[in-house]
Structures are given as structure tokens and as C-alpha cells.
């Protein structure tokens, strides 16, 4: 791969390898023996470190798994909406990986006004940048493969896709906040209701709902839908793996698998004005739910590949190429320790499908009576 150097690709064709043989490995079963190698799957947020969900996309494409319905938060959303548009994995990697995303910071004039006037703006707008530049460039994204509403996401096997049925609900869901409401918005779900404007999922374009669920405030200002403030997504949860769930488990037939972006200790915020401030209390809260949310809970353990993203902030989008090929290496190389159960969590074997099942009827659905083994 011509985005990393030559250490970093001799690293990768090891995982390449790796990967390989455990897609041979007659103890791996990824879902039900009616839908092969297929899997739902929720990304979390987590800004410039999103870059780790390339990674795990690319070992996914080299174990043959494909995707029946995706999710995700903020950077997670940006993620699954491409993918979902039918980008295959060589296309997401050159799209993104070396994407420069503070060229789509709206002109920069945080920069040139003094700190008092920043201040004053954001007290007024409730962010730095309008976001406009961003949604924009998602929206042509969207448009190469005419995927750019809700309505129009292919439902057949294209790209990292696996074929849909409609009754199987949509292709991609996107979690965002709304403030105004105390509450999650997910879309397309939500858009029916009367407090959003009775809005037709199936013509909304999903720039917006990205655009919405990427708005961390004081950085983006809140996206206006009717009389509501949305923020980033993150608020309500960082990574929705249960959106995809139902209570009978004899009717699943494939796993929900999440990408978490589990962070060591970070350095010390800046707090030196409001804008640093509003930051540096977003950071704290993400921080702290990505290490309380899934500890103490089986059912999310089971299916949660967790990438080590080290000292790499939310909001780090200057980040060297160095540290870009960091997060994808270890992107690839938490899938292949996940389902190969080397990981110490979850699935401590080969993935296999029944465990899974096992695992989510013992921790998961209600008043069953079949025993955990």
C-alpha cells in the first residue's frame, strides 16, 4: 500500500498473511450457515483517530467479511456513510487516509481574530467553524456513487457490501444529539417526528446527518433541524452497538461487531478561554464514557473490537503521516486479535458464531432458559 512506508508495509503484509490463514481456519464462523461471512457493523467516534477504522476495514475486506448494515458516531458516521454508499476498501483508504481535514475548517478565521473575539464568537454562534465546507465535501463524496440520501444507498452487494432486504431495516444509521430535547437522534429513524419536522427519511441527504453528528461544540457550531439543536452524536452515545439488536435470538443471524478507539491517559487539556474549555470538557466526557461504558458489560464485550489509539486526541487532525499508519496498523491488527480471540476479552477462541449467540442469549435477551456454556 503506497500511503505507508516500507516498514509500515512490511508490517501490514505480515497482518495480510495472518489474516489469510485464519480466513482458512475451519473453526471461524462468522455469522448463521444461511448468511456467510457477513456481519452489522457500529463505528465509534473519535475525530482524527478515525483513521483506525481504515485499518479494520481493510482487514475485514482481506478475512471476505462483508457488511449488512452499518452505523456509526461522529467520525464513526463519516466512516459507515461511505462505506455504506458502496465505496469498496482501496477507494475508502485513498479517499480518506491522507485527507486533510483542516482544509475543511470554514476559513480559518479563528486564526486571525484576537483571543477576545474568538471568545465572543463562539459565545454567540456555540462554535468555530459553520461546517458548511465539510457537509459540502461529503455530499460530492456521496454523489460519485448517486448514494447521497438515505433513499438512494444501495441495497445490493456492492463494494464492502452484502446484499440487504428492506425488511431488515436500513442500510445505515447515524447517531447525533439533541440538546434541545435531551436526547439521541438517529437517523434515519428519527426524522419522522412531529419535533423534527415530519421530515422523509428516504430524500434526507445523509451530508447532513454527518454533518450533525460530527458537531462537537465549540468547535462546529450545532446544526439547526426545525426548532432543534443537534451536536455530535457522542453525547448520546459514542458507539451504538444496540441499535441493531432484537430480543429473540433465534432470529439473529448475523453478529453486530463495534470498533471502540480506546485512548490511553491523554495529556493535560487547555483550558486558557472558552473555546479550549468547551474542548478540553467534550474530550473529558468521551474519554470517560469509552472506559466506564464497556467494562462491566458482557454483552458488549463479546463483540467489541477496541484499537488502541495511544495519546492521539479527538481533535488532533494535524496528526503526522506517521501516526496516520499507527491508527490503520492497529486498526488491522485489533480485528485479526479479535476474531482470532486473542485479545483476552470477549471471544477468547476462534470467532464462531454460536458462542456468540450463546454469549448474547446469556447476557442479552430476557426469560430464556437455555443454558450459558
Request: charged fraction near 25%; hydrophobic fraction near 40%; glycine fraction near 8%.
Amino acid at each position: 500500500m503506497e500511503h505507508l512506508t516500507k516498514e509500515g508495509r512490511t508490517t501490514l503484509e505480515r497482518l495480510e498473511k495472518s489474516l489469510l490463514d485464519l480466513r482458512e481456519d475451519p473453526d471461524l464462523q462468522i455469522s448463521s450457515s444461511g448468511e456467510k461471512d457477513v456481519i452489522d457493523i457500529v463505528f465509534a467516534g473519535g475525530g482524527a483517530k478515525g483513521v483506525a477504522h481504515l485499518g479494520a476495514i481493510w482487514a475485514f475486506d482481506k478475512l471476505g467479511i462483508r457488511f449488512k448494515r452499518l452505523a456509526g458516531t461522529s467520525a464513526g458516521a463519516l466512516t459507515a456513510s461511505i462505506v455504506a454508499a458502496g465505496f469498496d476498501c482501496d477507494q475508502l483508504v485513498d479517499e480518506l487516509f491522507n485527507m486533510n481535514f483542516m482544509k475543511l475548517r470554514d476559513g480559518f478565521w479563528d486564526q486571525r481574530l484576537p483571543k477576545l473575539a474568538r471568545i465572543a464568537a463562539v459565545s454567540t454562534s456555540y462554535g468555530m467553524y459553520e461546517g458548511e465546507k465539510l457537509q459540502s465535501w461529503i455530499e460530492q463524496l456521496l454523489a460519485k456513487k448517486n448514494a447521497n440520501t438515505f433513499g438512494r444507498l444501495p441495497m445490493e452487494g456492492v463494494g464492502m457490501l452484502a446484499p440487504l432486504d428492506k425488511k431488515d431495516g436500513p442500510r445505515l444509521s447515524i447517531m447525533a444529539s439533541d440538546v434541545s430535547h435531551s436526547c439521541e437522534l438517529l437517523m434515519p429513524r428519527d426524522l419522522v417526528l412531529d419535533r423534527y419536522g415530519n421530515i422523509r427519511p428516504s430524500s434526507f441527504p445523509i451530508s447532513a446527518a454527518v454533518r450533525m453528528s460530527v458537531s462537537v461544540p465549540f468547535f462546529f457550531t450545532p446544526y439547526k433541524v426545525s426548532k432543534s439543536l443537534i451536536v455530535d452524536g457522542a453525547f448520546a452515545t459514542n458507539l451504538p452497538l444496540e441499535v441493531f439488536d432484537v430480543d429473540d435470538p433465534t432470529r439473529v443471524r448475523w453478529p453486530t461487531l463495534g470498533i471502540k478507539l480506546g485512548s490511553t491517559i491523554p495529556g493535560k487539556n487547555s483550558t486558557q478561554d472558552l473555546f479550549h474549555f468547551g474542548l478540553a470538557v467534550f474530550d473529558t466526557m468521551r474519554y470517560g464514557q469509552s472506559k466506564m461504558t464497556y467494562q462491566n458489560y458482557p454483552t458488549r464485550m463479546c463483540r467489541l473490537v477496541e484499537v488502541n489509539t495511544g495519546e492521539i486526541r479527538t481533535l488532533d487532525f494535524g496528526i503526522t503521516k506517521e501516526q496516520k499508519e499507527q491508527l490503520f496498523l492497529n486498526g488491522a491488527r485489533s480485528v485479526l486479535y479479535t476474531l482470532r480471540g486473542d485479545d483476552g476479552r470477549g471471544i477468547r477462541t476462534v470467532w464462531n458464531f454460536k458462542k456468540y449467540i450463546k454469549l448474547r442469549t446469556r447476557w442479552s435477551f430476557p426469560d430464556l432458559d437455555e443454558p450459558y456454556i
